[in-house]
C-alpha cells in the first residue's frame, strides 16, 4: 500500500511536453525529454528544461518563478542574438530558456540542453530537499504514542519495583528455596516488566495511518481526484465549502462545439430540434415579437449545404491555419487525436467531422507570412498567408473583442434556398445597427448557456505590408494595424 501510495503521489509530476522527433509533432511525457530534442512552446507552459531559442514568434516569458525579476523577458531567437553581439548593439533580449519559468506570449521551438537535476530549476530543487513534512493526524499520532509508551514505561517501571520488593521479602521468609529457583523468579519478573513496556509502545499506529491514507487516496482517484497533499484526506471531512476550478476538475476538460453563428444569421447547433435553446430559438418565437427577421436555425449535418465552396474553404482555413495544435497516437487507445489548446482542438475536431481538407495539408500549402500569437491582453491570435496575389489575415479571440473590429459579415443561405452567389465568391454584406445588435445579443445568449464564445473573423489585404502601416524592428506589422 505505501509503495502504491508513492506512485500515486509522483502523479502530480507528471506532465507532457510536445517535441519534434523525426520530422514529426509528437507528445511525451516530461520524464522523456532528452537533450538536443526540439521542443515546442504555447503561452501558459511552464518549462520543465533548459533551452535555447531557435525560432518564435514574439515569444516573452515570466522568470520571476526561478530569478525572482519581476519583469517580463524578451526571448529571441540564437541566430538573432549572435547577429545583435556581432553588430555590438545592445541585446532587447536573450534566447535562454530557464526551466521553471512561464511563457506568456508567444509560439515558437526551442533545442533542450539540459535536464533534471542539471538545469536551472533542478538545481534549486535538489538544494530544496528535505524530509517530507507528517500531515496533521501523524503528528497527534506520534504524540500519542510517545505518551503512550511513557505511561507503559512508567507502569512497566512500578510492576517490576513491586514484583522485586515481593522477591526480597520472600528471600526472608522461604529460604529453603534453591539458586536456581531463586534466578527462575527474577528473570520472570524481569519478562513480566519488559512485556508491559513493549507491548505498550504502539508501534501499529504509524503504520495504520498509511494505510488508511493510501485507502483514502485510492477511494479519491476512483472518482477523479487526484491527491496532491496528504493532509487534504484528513482535513476534508470538515470542509463545509470547497473552492475549485472548473475546467479539468468538475469537468472533463475536453470541449467540443455544441453551437454558433456562421454571419449573423446562420444559427447552428448538435441537433436543432432538440436542441432549440442554443440557437436562440430563432425560429420559436412569435413573427411580431422577432426583431431579426433573415435569423435562421439549422443542424450540424446543415452547415455545408448554407455555404458555398469559397466560404467553406475560408471558414476550414482560418481554423486549421491560425492554430498550433496537431494530431497525435493517443497512447491508451492507439488512435489519432488532435493535441493542443483545448479551443483549438474543438474547432479542429469540428472542421474534420464536416469533412472539410485535412488540417495538415493546407498548412503545408499555406504562405505564412506573419504570425500573431495569443495574447491575454488583446484576446485574440491571428496569422498573416499569401493568397495569390493579394494577403488574407485570420483572426480568432474573443468575441465580444473580435466582432467589434468587424464591418462586414458572411452571407450564408437557409439550407435547401437557392443562392445567387458564385462558388468562388464569397458573399459578404455590411454589419447594419440591427445586425450588430443580433451579434452582441447572440454572444450574450450563448455565454448565458455557459458556453466560451470564439470569434473568427479575416481581413482582405492588397498590398504587404498593408497601406498606412509599415514593418517594425522585428521585420513585423503591428497589430493594430492589422
Known amino acids: 500500500k505505501e509503495r502504491q501510495f508513492r506512485e500515486l503521489n509522483d502523479q502530480k509530476e507528471d506532465r507532457t511536453v510536445k517535441v519534434i522527433r523525426n520530422g514529426q509533432e509528437t507528445v511525451i511525457n516530461v520524464k522523456d525529454i ?14 520543465p528544461v533548459d533551452g535555447i ?6 515569444v516573452v516569458c515570466d522568470e520571476s518563478g526561478a530569478t525572482g525579476e519581476s519583469h517580463t523577458i524578451k526571448k529571441i531567437t540564437y541566430e538573432d542574438a549572435i547577429a545583435e553581439k556581432q553588430k555590438g548593439a545592445q541585446s532587447k533580449g536573450d534566447c535562454f530558456f530557464i526551466s521553471g519559468s512561464k511563457v506568456l506570449e508567444g509560439v515558437g521551438s526551442y533545442l533542450v540542453v539540459a535536464i533534471g537535476p542539471r538545469s536551472f530549476n533542478g538545481r534549486i530543487l535538489m538544494d530544496l530537499r528535505g524530509e517530507t513534512e507528517n500531515t496533521p493526524l501523524q503528528v497527534k499520532l506520534n504524540a500519542l504514542a510517545e505518551l503512550i509508551a511513557k505511561l507503559g514505561s512508567l507502569a512497566g517501571g512500578i510492576l517490576f519495583l513491586a514484583l522485586l520488593i515481593r ?40 503504520l495504520a495511518v498509511t494505510l488508511a491514507l493510501a485507502f483514502a487516496t485510492k477511494r479519491m482517484t476512483k472518482e477523479m481526484l487526484l491527491v496532491r497533499v496528504l493532509g487534504s484526506c484528513e482535513i476534508m471531512a470538515n470542509a463545509s465549502v470547497v473552492c475549485t476550478d472548473k475546467t479539468g476538475t468538475l469537468t472533463t476538460n475536453v470541449m467540443s462545439v455544441v453551437a454558433g453563428s456562421i454571419g449573423v444569421h446562420g444559427k447552428f447547433a448538435q441537433e436543432k430540434d ?5 440557437v436562440g430559438n430563432v425560429e420559436g418565437e412569435p413573427e411580431g415579437n422577432k426583431r431579426h427577421n433573415e435569423d435562421f436555425a439549422m443542424s450540424f449535418d ?60 493546407r498548412r503545408e500549402k499555406a504562405q505564412v507570412v506573419q504570425m500573431i500569437p495569443f495574447s491575454s491582453e488583446r484576446k485574440s491570435m491571428g496569422v498573416v498567408v499569401k493568397n495569390g496575389d493579394r494577403w488574407r489575415v485570420y483572426f480568432k479571440g474573443a468575441s465580444e473583442i473580435v466582432t467589434k473590429q468587424c464591418y462586414s459579415h458572411i452571407v450564408v443561405h437557409k439550407p435547401g434556398s437557392p443562392t445567387t452567389s458564385s462558388s468562388n465568391e464569397i458573399p459578404t454584406r455590411e454589419i447594419s445597427a440591427i445586425e450588430r445588435e443580433n451579434l452582441s445579443r ?16 479575416y481581413r482582405e489585404l492588397e498590398s504587404w505590408p498593408p497601406k498606412g502601416s509599415s ?3 522585428s521585420r513585423e506589422v503591428p497589430f493594430d494595424d492589422l
Open 274 to 278: 432538440n436542441n432549440r435553446r442554443n
Open 34 to 47: 532528452l537533450v538536443g530534442d526540439i521542443a515546442l512552446i504555447e503561452p501558459g507552459e511552464i518549462l
Open 302 to 361: 446543415e452547415v455545408n449545404s448554407s455555404m458555398n465552396d469559397a466560404t467553406r474553404g475560408l471558414f476550414n482555413d482560418a481554423i486549421t491555419i491560425n492554430s498550433t495544435a496537431f494530431e497525435d497516437k493517443n497512447p491508451k487507445t492507439e488512435e489519432l487525436e488532435f493535441v493542443g489548446s483545448k479551443t483549438e482542438v474543438a474547432l479542429l475536431n469540428f472542421a474534420k467531422k464536416q469533412g472539410w481538407a485535412n488540417y495538415r495539408e
Open 53 to 58: 531559442l531557435i525560432s518564435g514568434h514574439k
Open 442 to 457: 447572440t454572444i450574450i445568449f450563448y455565454a448565458n448557456q455557459t458556453l466560451r464564445t470564439i470569434a473568427i473573423a
Open 167 to 206: 522477591f526480597f521479602v520472600h528471600l526472608k521468609t522461604d529460604p529453603s528455596r534453591s539458586a536456581n529457583t531463586k534466578a527462575m523468579e527474577f528473570v520472570n519478573i524481569l519478562i513480566i516488566a519488559v512485556t508491559i513496556i513493549v507491548v505498550a509502545v504502539p508501534e501499529g499506529l504509524p
Open 471 to 473: 514593418l517594425n524592428e
